[in-house]
């Protein structure tokens, strides 16, 4: 069975892809943009789930997990606005920058494990 450091390597290293894939979505809109990163989020999400059992730490029992998944629906939610459901340039535009920061949010609660991460 793989351990605590192996899955928390394939956390962090999904985390960078799928983030990157988001960044570069926002230029380009290649095919390939489109299906990698639904590869991509699936490791990342068994992997977080692999972790928060290994860790006995889950959403909603843990405040730093809870913000953490709540700013991955808002992530999502601005992401799929930014990549599809804007009506217009300047929202998908807004709704990209957005993503950004939630984005940075929730990587600092993952570093402080603190619900309020860089707002601390």
């Known amino acids: 069975m793989l351990e605590y450091s192996t899955f928390k390597q394939i956390h962090m290293s999904a985390v960078v892809a799928s983030y990157a894939l988001f960044f570069v979505r926002g230029f380009l809109g290649s ?3 489109k299906i990698v ?3 991509i989020d699936t490791v990342l999400l068994a992997s977080a789930i ?6 006995r730490q889950y959403p909603f029992a843990s405040g730093w997990l809870t913000a953490k998944v709540t700013g991955l629906v808002v992530y999502v939610v601005l992401g799929t606005i930014a990549l599809k459901r ?6 998908r535009v807004a709704a ?3 993503a950004q920061l939630v984005f940075l949010y929730i990587v600092s609660v993952a ?3 603190d619900p309020l991460g860089i707002f601390r």
């Open 111 to 113: 570093i402080t494990k």
């Open 96 to 98: 990209w920058i957005a």
């Open 37 to 39: 990163p639904h590869v």
């Open 50 to 55: 692999a972790l928060a059992t290994m860790l």
């Open 31 to 33: 095919r390939w943009l």
């Open 86 to 91: 804007g009506r217009t340039l300047r929202v």
